[in-house]
Nanobody, 115 residues
Framework: QVQLVESGGGLVQAGGSLRLSCTAS????????MGWWRQAPGKQRELVAQ???????IYADSVKGRFTISRDNAKNMVYLQMNSLKPEDTAVYYC?????????WGQGTQVTVSS
């Protein structure tokens, strides 16, 4: 059984920064891709960033150069450093991990960016 718990969301002004953290429990291995998705009201959930290993990362075009994903395999944690936040980054952010083809999700953490 895999469980994910996110933290670090909140309210921030445009141009500010937040760091999201996700703690994973269960059978997580370094080969398992971990990532962050977000869902804004009335919109579909979208991939923000994914990390397969220390060197292999994927970012949505909208966050490239502003967000950085990282992971600590020893602690089974994944982070999302978000800088230069924009109002359009407002959404619920979800941590995700794929294990043996099965996706697991956290409960989500709200990020609100005021203009």
């Amino acid at each position: 059984q895999v469980q994910l718990v996110e933290s670090g969301g909140g309210l921030v002004q445009a141009g500010g920064s937040l760091r999201l953290s996700c703690t994973a429990s269960g059978s997580i291995f370094t080969i398992n891709p971990m990532g962050w998705w977000r869902q804004a009201p009335g919109k579909q959930r979208e991939l923000v960033a994914q990390i397969r290993s220390v060197r292999t990362t994927i970012y949505a075009d909208s966050v490239k150069g502003r967000f950085t994903i990282s992971r600590d395999n020893a602690k089974n944690m994944v982070y999302l450093q978000m800088n230069s936040l924009k109002p359009e980054d407002t959404a619920v952010y979800y941590c995700n991990v794929n294990v043996a083809g099965m996706p697991y999700w956290g409960q989500g953490t709200q990020v609100t960016v005021s203009s």
